[in-house]
T-cell receptor, first 110, second 112 residues
Framework: RKEVEQDPGPFNVPEGATVAFNCTYS??????FFWYRQDCRKEPKLLMS???SGNEDGRFTAQLNRASQYISLLIRDSKLSDSATYLC???????????FGSGTRLQVQP | NAGVTQTPKFQVLKTGQSMTLQCAQD?????MSWYRQDPGMGLRLIHY???????DQGEVPNGYNVSRSTTEDFPLRLLSAAPSQTSVYFC???????????FGQGTRLTVV
């Protein structure tokens, strides 16, 4: 079983749609969680950290459910520029390193 | 503001050749790491370092060596290239392992 699992997609949505991605992680001791965004053939960049109480940054909302060991990302009012791969990332406390999911691809269409 | 600089951007190697991928950061970060990214597999950790003089293995360390003689530099050495090492390699740095990681632009390596 992968340590961090994501639906690879692609999710094809029209502009203005709301889309949600989920991610599950296997290590219950994990303490830090993130969503990164990766554009085609580019390096990953931090989109947002995920806090236990949930957090919002403009059109983006991240939620953490520790009991079920899943993390979600909600994007409202999708823009063409949101088209990218979204990587769910969990900090492995034992290895002191980030563990990446394989990513969910989003394609926003006009 | 350079951030993380990786070189080269592209490289083709023959099986058995060795090479070094360079990585430098100017943010005075203690934590640096190397990942490889293959289709459908996400980023996998090769080696990481929590400070100068300290390195440790990640998930897929075989065939790679690293050293960390300074805070700024963290080169990755391929000892004897194999076709299975064809991949995109990313270097990253962070203040600590669980803080925002800043990535270099990547090296696309092909081993023939």
């Amino acid at each position: 079983r992968k340590e961090v699992e994501q639906d690879p997609g692609p999710f094809n949505v029209p502009e203005g749609a709301t889309v949600a991605f989920n991610c599950t992680y296997s290590n219950s001791a994990s303490q830090s969680f993130f969503w990164y965004r990766q554009d085609c053939r580019k390096e990953p960049k931090l989109l947002m950290s995920v806090y236990s109480s949930g957090n919002e940054d403009g059109r983006f909302t991240a939620q953490l459910n520790r009991a079920s060991q899943y993390i979600s990302l909600l994007i409202r009012d999708s823009k063409l520029s949101d088209s990218a791969t979204y990587l769910c990332v969990v900090f492995d406390t034992g290895r002191r390193a980030l563990t990446f999911g394989s990513g969910t691809r989003l394609q926003v269409q006009p | 503001n350079a951030g993380v600089t990786q070189t080269p951007k592209f490289q083709v190697l023959k099986t058995g050749q060795s090479m070094t991928l360079q990585c430098a950061q100017d943010m005075n970060h203690e934590y640096m790491s190397w990942y490889r990214q293959d289709p459908g597999m996400g980023l996998r950790l090769i080696h990481y370092s929590v400070g100068a003089g300290i390195t440790d293995q990640g998930e897929v360390p075989n065939g790679y060596n690293v050293s960390r003689s300074t805070t700024e530099d963290f080169p990755l050495r391929l000892l004897s290239a194999a076709p299975s090492q064809t991949s995109v390699y990313f270097c990253a740095s962070a203040r600590d392992g669980d803080t925002e990681a800043f990535f270099g632009q990547g090296t696309r390596l092909t081993v023939v």
